[in-house]
């Protein structure tokens, strides 16, 4: 039979063990909250990224039709 002294540092490893274990289970679980945040904040750039692309590209058309009126406005004064 265990002497109380080795009873009580079972029951106190055992405590500490289940302390660390919920450290660790809170741990992760933030640690999974961050990485979840960084996919959606990587995704809502790619989305930014892509309108930007839409309205250069837009933008571009825009200028070159512009400068189009003009070279025809041009043309027939």
Wanted: with cysteine; glycine share 6%; aromatic share 2%.
């Amino acid at each position: 039979m265990l002497k109380p002294e080795k009873l009580h540092g079972v029951l106190t490893t055992h405590s500490d063990t289940a302390a660390l274990s919920k450290q660790v289970e809170s741990l992760t679980n933030a640690l999974q909250n961050l990485v979840t945040l960084m996919q959606k904040q990587q995704s809502n750039m790619n989305d930014l990224c892509g309108q930007l692309g839409y309205l250069n590209t837009n933008c571009q058309e825009g200028n070159s039709s512009a400068h189009e009126t003009k070279e025809l406005e041009h043309e027939h004064r």
